[in-house]
């Protein structure tokens, strides 16, 4: 089992930045593909980001590329999000998630919370 916290949304104005945190404990994250996910309302649920168990290897959605960048702390067992030059559009809840598999699914095993970000015009 896997536990995860995610902490670090907030209110923002356009072009501005947030970092939110994802923080696992139970199990090591080297376990996992590690990742991100959105919710924003009246919306499904779409994927952000995603690294790699040795943090090699990264991915993202179109719609972050270049401005969003996901880290993994293996000491501290915590996953990162950089948000940079947000947008409105970015609002949402984000979601942590870990799976066992090689890739980052939709039906991960398990999930965060969620953080709010809102991003404000």
């Known amino acids: 089992q896997v536990q995860l916290v995610e902490s670090g949304g907030g209110l923002v104005q356009a072009g501005g930045s947030l970092r939110l945190s994802c923080a696992a404990s139970?199990?090591?994250?080297?376990?996992?593909?590690m990742g991100w996910f959105r919710q924003a309302p009246g919306k499904e649920r779409e994927f952000v980001a995603a690294i790699s168990r040795a943090g090699t290897y990264t991915s993202y959605a179109d719609s972050v590329k270049g401005r969003f960048t996901i880290s993994l702390d293996n000491a501290k067992n915590t996953v990162y999000l950089q948000m940079n030059s947000l947008k409105p559009e970015d609002t949402a809840v984000y979601y942590c998630a870990a799976d066992r598999s090689f890739l980052l699914r939709a039906t991960a095993d398990y999930w965060g919370q969620g953080t709010q970000v809102t991003v404000s015009s």
């Open positions: 139970g199990r090591s994250l080297s376990s996992y593909t």
